[in-house]
């Protein structure tokens, strides 16, 4: 007799158990952690950075969870914000998972911690599929990487809470085609909402800043469609 194998189902399983108990962790103690997924170079460090000290000047407890391969320059770089970093080096490891974010909190977390943003690997593959224990899961992407992301990697985008697009400073040079890029969006995900932001300008930080307060403060995300069902990236 033969036997069908989910392997994803059977690679994930205790990551999501592990995620489940972080994120009612993190609830009890009022901790809005938001998962920040996109491929390298698409400004995410930068816009974090900037988001970090738009919370602070407006009293919100922020901090951030970066992640990369090797080096601690994203965290260098955020530090200046003037809000908590820690640096989660994975060795390698082309996507965060549930046990890591978790040991990477304890004794390091300020208690008085509203907001956690966590910098995932720069990845669009592997990261889609592990839950971190967020409550907001963000996906980012610049109008420099073409129109046609949102196609190209239907679980990062179709599973994600909130689209962000960066770099629009960069549109008109790039030929960037907006109405493209939204329908390319709206096939994977129908009714997700679309901030477009700029780090250079300050464009849609504040915009990005109150849709994660809004859901620090009780505003149910946005639910995908594929949230509950995505399939595995080809690796």
Known sequence: MCRSVDLRQSATAKNDGLAAALRAELSERGVTAVNLMSSPGSGKTELLARVLRRALE?????????????????????ARSGAPVRQLLTGGLCHLEAAQVRG??????????????????????????????????????????????????????GTAQLVVLTKTDLAAPAAFDNAAFTDHVRRVNPGVEIVRTCARTGEGVDTLLDHVLAVHTGTVPHLPLMAATAPAEPR
Do not use: I, Q, S
């Open 104 to 157: 990477h909190l304890d004794g390091w977390l300020p208690p008085d911690t509203g907001l956690l943003f966590v910098e995932n690997v720069g990845n669009l593959v592997c990261p889609a599929v592990y839950d971190l224990g967020e409550a907001l899961r963000v996906v980012l992407m610049a109008v420099t990487e073409g129109e046609d992301k949102p196609v190209k990697y239907p679980t990062a985008f």
């Open 58 to 78: 407006r009293d919100v407890p922020a901090a951030a969870l970066t992640a990369d391969l090797a080096t601690e320059n994203d965290a260098e770089r955020l």
